[in-house]
Every structure is written in structure tokens, then in C-alpha cells.
RNA sequence: GGGAUCGUAGUCUAGCUUGGUAGGAUGCCAGCCUUGGGCGCUGGAGGUCGUCGGUUCAAAUCCGGCCGGUCCCA
């Protein structure tokens, strides 16, 4: 399957046969698999980490809201409304209130705040959820990116004053773009979200937004400042030091399986999934290559230097299955994605040596067993390393500064991208553009020195409102999006 | 929201136009052979043709509803 030629087959394709996923007959809901499963895991381990190092619990949540309890803040009941499973009976007999599938945990865990929430010594509350979320997805659906059910983990804090849930919502989002730029090797760019695209019951919403090889964004993580809009409707207050009441300022964050998605799209290649070496749930393969005669020797030599890689605290397997030949294992486990992989035969043995294969380039290369470590740890570096570059330059690449509307319709009516432009700040401006064109505002930078473009161009080209041709005072990317 | 297209064995698919015995590949099982890039040979098992209804002597095939997948456009 060829990645060029037909990106969403060639995804759909990735996800089936890596066995990640697969489907059921219910619309929109997938089935992970073990591998798939794996790699979830350990986004989730490494930061269930990072969450609890910064001062989160983990807690569970019911996945049932009452109708009442979602109603509460207004606006954030509309606009989840279209995509909100309802439960309305029991058995044969109708409830006397309908639940909501929870589409998102605000009005569910905020009901409750106020019997944990009394004094400041109460505070800061941080606490996080690893569960589902369910949103009716109608049409176009696709595995990871779009579901009607999705892993997520979604995280919820409670604060004396403003500034305190500012900074909350900060530390998380940069701890999100650490982790999808280090580990997952994805470049984003960071920065709030417009009005019309904030979480609705937000003050802000700061987002991370990654480019697919497609050129269309996906937000690849999200951090909001709740502001006072929860804790007023539903009267979270606290006594401060001098003794008057206060209501809490709050924040929630999250991020989705959609990571996995984003994985397979922007490192993929037409071999399959290639996965950095951290959420790799096999990082090393070694596949004997034996004859009747000499297939012990070669098994305890592939098994032994597994142990001795698990030593060493690496995800090791020794694919010892007779009913496949070596070049068949070496295709399966390049669709898999694991990083590396080492072939051992006789003649290998004999010289105390094995053959390396990395996943990316396929370059293969005849290391010495003394070596071997070291190598492993060189390859998966610079294997982490150059896949963010990969992706950081086609991300620059696709990204352009844009002064006239003529221009920004001419470039997404060709294949898209990013587009960096002015923005008066009206939203009617905004939703004359996607009106237009099918792009909006995916992030608003913080500052222009996270642009692709670099920031000393961009100060100096962009004066005007793309559409509106009035003073920008906002400068935006717009670009299409998943 | 609009449009297109598909659903046949675990998987991929032929057959559908022109109604009449469901065929292949791959995988699976048994036995041999073999393994440095999807090896080879022999034999075997595996099907409510997505689902519900209609037309017909007869439906995988024609018609309609529903369920699900995929793609394109908004």
C-alpha cells in the first residue's frame, strides 16, 4: 500500500494489518487489539508519570451523567448536546431522567467539588481520570483520529486564585508538547484556540496542533482554563485566609488515542508503522535464521541474547516460529513497527557478531556482540531524533505565510497546509473563511517564534486581516483539520 | 449536511450486466521440504453470499428498507 498515493486507505490499511484495531458492528466504536492496546499503555505509563510527578491523583469517574447535572453551565450543555448518547430506560421501565453518556466529565465531577471543597488547605485539588469518552459520531468516522467512543484521560484541578490555574494550564500543555515532541518525535505548534473553537465552558483553550502528511492539522492535545464558569453554577467555594467565602478557578486537560493515530500518519511509510522507540511495545526483534541442523544452536543464541537484552531493561522478542521464513517475519514486524531488528544465524555466531537492521532506513549493518548495546542505544537516539526532523521539515515545508485571500483559496484548493496570516479577531471573519475555503483558525501562536516560518519574516509581512482587510491585531494559522 | 462505492470461508476476492451446481488466492489442519527479504510439494477441513422484506417455479445475482465499512465534497 502506498502512503503517497492513497493516504486514508493506506491508514485504514496500517491499522488492520499491524493489528492495532479492528472494527465492530456498531457505528463509529473500534476494538483494540493487543499491539494496539500496548501502545496505548505506554503513553498512558509515561505520563501517568509526569502527571503524578507534578502533584495529580488518579481518580474514577461513573460514565453516567444525569441530564440535570450536564444542564448546569449552559453553554457547555449545548454544545455537547448534538453528540450525546442518552440512556432513557432500564430494563423495560423508562428512567424518570435521562443520563448522558459522559461526552466529557466537567458538570459530573463538579457536582461533587463542593463537599471536597471547603477551605483554601483544600487546595489546589489536582486530580486526573484515565477512561472513555462517548460522542456520537454520525458520519465520517475513522479509527483513533474520529470515534464514537474513545480512550482519553482527562485531567481536572481546582485552584485558590487565577493565576495559580493559569500556570496549571500551562505546565500541563507544556508537558504535553514534551511528550509528543521528544517521545512521539511530532512537531507541533502551541497556542490558543479562537472563540469558536475553544471547549465550550472555557475562558481559553490552549492547544497543541500537529500537520499531517496530508497537510491537514490535527490537535494533538488540550489544556483549558475553566475560569469561575463551572464553580459559580455549581457553587464551589472555599473560605480564604481571611475567612470570606471565594469560588475556585479551575482547569481541564487531555489527550486522546488520537496520538496513535497521529503516529501512524506521520511516521508511516509504505512498509507500515514505524513507532519511536519509547511506546515501541517491541523495541527489539530477533529472528533466528536456522536450518534442521543447526537450529538449536541458533535458538539458544537468539534466546540468550534476549536475556541479555531484557537485562539491559529493553522490550525483547525472539520470533522463534517455524511456520514462517525469515524474510516473512521481517515483513510482518517491519508493519508493526518495531525500531529494531536483529537477524542471528551461523555464520553470525561464528563470527561473534549479528546483523542490525533499523526500522526506518532499513539500513543494515554487521555489529560486534561487544558493540551491540551501545548501538542499539545510537540507533534508537538518533531513530527518535531523525523522525522529528522528518516531520519538522515537511511541517515547514507546508507551511506558508499568506497576505491576500486569492492566495490562501489558491494553495488549499491544491493540497493544504498550514497557513500563516493576520486576523482582525472578529468571528465572522472566521467563519466566512471556512465558509470559503474549509480551513479555520487551528491556533492562534503564542509567539511568533514558534511559527515554522520563523518570526522575523512574519512581524514584518503580515499587517492585514486575511479576510476583512482591516488591522490584524491576531496572527493565526489557518489550515484544514480532522 | 451532500455524493459515490462496497459487504461472498479467518483474510482478500471472482461470479451480479443476461436469475438456475458458489470458484480462486491466501490463511488454517495433516505430512514432507526448508528458513540470510512475504519458500516449495501432496492431501484435507472450512460458506445462513451483512440483515430484513419484496418479485419469481427459482435470488449471491433484480427491487426496497435497515446495519456496517471505505472514499470524495461541505
Not at 343 to 372: A, C, F, S
Not at 438 to 443: F, T
Request: proline share 4%.
Amino acid at each position: 500500500m502506498k502512503k503517497d498515493e492513497n493516504f486514508s486507505e493506506w491508514y485504514s490499511q496500517i491499522v488492520e494489518k499491524a493489528g492495532l484495531a479492528d472494527y465492530i458492528s456498531a457505528k463509529g466504536f473500534i476494538v483494540l487489539r493487543p499491539y494496539g492496546f500496548a501502545i496505548w499503555d505506554l503513553i498512558k505509563s509515561y505520563l501517568d508519570q509526569k502527571f503524578k510527578e507534578t502533584g495529580h491523583l488518579n481518580g474514577f469517574l461513573p460514565c453516567l451523567i444525569p441530564e440535570s447535572l450536564l444542564n448546569k453551565e449552559e453553554k457547555h450543555f449545548k454544545g455537547f448536546n448534538p453528540e450525546v448518547f442518552w440512556v432513557t430506560s432500564s430494563g423495560d421501565s423508562l428512567l424518570s431522567e435521562k443520563l448522558a453518556l459522559r461526552p466529557t466529565s466537567e458538570a459530573l465531577l463538579y457536582s461533587i467539588f463542593p463537599k471536597w471543597i471547603s477551605s483554601y488547605r483544600d487546595l489546589p485539588l489536582k486530580m486526573n481520570f484515565w477512561n472513555t469518552a462517548l460522542r456520537a459520531e454520525i458520519k465520517s468516522t475513522k479509527p483513533f483520529i474520529r470515534n464514537s467512543e474513545f480512550l482519553w484521560q482527562e485531567g481536572h484541578t481546582a485552584h485558590a486564585n487565577k493565576k495559580e490555574a493559569e500556570d496549571e494550564v500551562m505546565t500541563i500543555l507544556y508537558l504535553y508538547k514534551h511528550f509528543i515532541e521528544k517521545v512521539l518525535s511530532i512537531p507541533t505548534i502551541s497556542g490558543y484556540k479562537s472563540n469558536k473553537e475553544k471547549f465550550v465552558g472555557a475562558d481559553y483553550t490552549t492547544a497543541l496542533e500537529g500537520m499531517m502528511p496530508d497537510g491537514k492539522a490535527l490537535q494533538l492535545g488540550t489544556s483549558h482554563n475553566l475560569g469561575l464558569n463551572f464553580s459559580q453554577p455549581f457553587e464551589i467555594k472555599f473560605l480564604n485566609k481571611n475567612n470570606n467565602e471565594d469560588f475556585v478557578w479551575q482547569t481541564s486537560w487531555g489527550i486522546s488515542w488520537r496520538l496513535i493515530g497521529a503516529l501512524i500518519m506521520v511516521h508511516g511509510d509504505d512498509k507500515g508503522l514505524i513507532l519511536p522507540p519509547i511506546v515501541a511495545p517491541i523495541q527489539i526483534i530477533i529472528i533466528p535464521i536456522y536450518k534442521d541442523v543447526n537450529e538449536h544452536l541458533v535458538k539458544d543464541h537468539a534466546n540468550r541474547l534476549r536475556d541479555s537484552l531484557l537485562a539491559l531493561g529493553y522490550r525483547v522478542f525472539v520470533d522463534e516460529r517455524d511456520e514462517f521464513t525469515a524474510g516473512w517475519k521481517y515483513n510482518e514486524w517491519e508493519m508493526k513497527g518495531v525500531p529494531v531488528r536483529i537477524n542471528i544465524g551461523q555464520r553470525d555466531i561464528e563470527n561473534n557478531n549479528v546483523e542490525v537492521v533499523r526500522r526506518d532506513n532499513r539500513q543494515k549493518n554487521i555489529v560486534p556482540m561487544d558493540n551491540l548495546s551501545k548501538e542499539i542505544e545510537k540507533i534508537f537516539q538518533s531513530l527518535q531524533t531523525d523522525l522529528y526532523c522528518k516531520a519538522e521539515t515537511f511541517l515547514k515545508e507546508k507551511t506558508k505565510v499568506i497576505t491576500n485571500f486569492d492566495d490562501f483559496k489558491g494553495i488549499l484548493d491544491g493540497h493544504s497546509g498550514f497557513i500563516v496570516t493576520g486576523w482582525c479577531g472578529n468571528e465572522d471573519c472566521e467563519v466566512r473563511v471556512k465558509e470559503d475555503t474549509g480551513a479555520d483558525i487551528r491556533v492562534i501562536p503564542f509567539d511568533s517564534k514558534d511559527l515554522p516560518t520563523g518570526p522575523s519574516m512574519t512581524n514584518d509581512v503580515i499587517r492585514d486581516c486575511i479576510y476583512c482587510r482591516k488591522k490584524a491585531n491576531k496572527l493565526v494559522i489557518f489550515a484544514k483539520a480532522y
